[in-house]
């Protein structure tokens, strides 16, 4: 998952009238990071509106395992740790390898067979009857959770402000050279 700086009349731009692009890029790209950085600070509202509070229930399992009081999408902090800046010559981008931030990022349902769950977690601990077998197989329901969108991944005017000034910045400081 990225978000990236697309703007294929700046891109050619600078293809043409700036020397150093890296630079630029660089700028570019760490501008963009910190302003997702931001996004964990203020749970999203300095993009809009606020994220979606956590439901009770995740509050209480984060209170049992001593990770609330906290913020929303840091109970571990893994998921803000793994946001990274990148570049090239002609792109900047921030981005996550994690397998759960799109869903975060963007909202969702997860679909989860509870069977299937309770099979795994009983023949691991201890092995079921044929009539336990039967008995949960009859419960074996889908279950779904809804994910609420917390767009963490999302720039805001200011953000996009900051970048068009660094790239009047550059081209200003390459004419002079």
């Given at each position: 998952?990225?978000?990236?700086?697309?703007?294929?009349?700046?891109?050619?731009?600078?293809?043409?009238?700036?020397s150093?692009?890296?630079?630029?890029?660089?700028?570019?790209?760490?501008?963009?990071?910190?302003?997702?950085?931001?996004?964990?600070?203020?749970?999203?509202?300095?993009?809009?509106?606020?994220?979606?509070?956590?439901?009770?229930?995740?509050?209480?399992?984060?209170?049992?395992?001593?990770y609330?009081?906290?913020?929303?999408?840091?109970?571990?902090?893994?998921?803000k740790?793994?946001?990274?800046?990148?570049?090239?010559?002609?792109y900047?981008?921030?981005s996550?390898?994690?397998?759960?931030?799109?869903?975060?990022?963007?909202?969702?349902?997860?679909?989860r067979?509870?069977?299937?769950?309770y099979?795994?977690?009983?023949i691991?601990?201890?092995?079921?009857?044929?009539?336990?077998?039967?008995?949960?197989?009859g419960?074996?329901?889908?279950?779904?959770?809804?994910?609420?969108?917390?767009?963490f991944?999302?720039?805001?005017?200011?953000?996009?402000?900051?970048?068009?000034?660094?790239?009047?910045?550059?081209?200003?400081?390459?004419?002079?050279?």
């Open positions: 998952m990225n978000n990236e700086f697309k703007s294929p009349e700046i891109i050619e731009l600078l293809k043409n009238k700036l150093n692009k890296s630079k630029l890029m660089v700028a570019i790209a760490e501008t963009m990071r910190s302003a997702v950085l931001k996004n964990f600070e203020t749970e999203g509202s300095r993009i809009g509106k606020p994220w979606q509070r956590l439901s009770h229930q995740t509050i209480k399992q984060r209170e049992k395992k001593g609330w009081p906290g913020k929303i999408l840091q109970k571990t902090g893994q998921l740790r793994s946001i990274i800046s990148s570049y090239g010559e002609d900047a981008q921030v996550t390898n994690l397998i759960y931030a799109a869903i975060q990022n963007y909202g969702g349902v997860i679909h067979s509870t069977l299937k769950t099979l795994k977690r009983k691991n601990l201890n092995p079921l009857t044929k009539s336990q077998l039967q008995y949960k197989a419960s074996n329901k889908m279950s779904s959770i809804r994910i609420p969108a917390r767009p991944m999302q720039l805001n005017n200011q953000d996009i402000e900051k970048i068009k000034k660094k790239i009047i910045e550059a081209l200003s400081a390459d004419r002079q050279d």
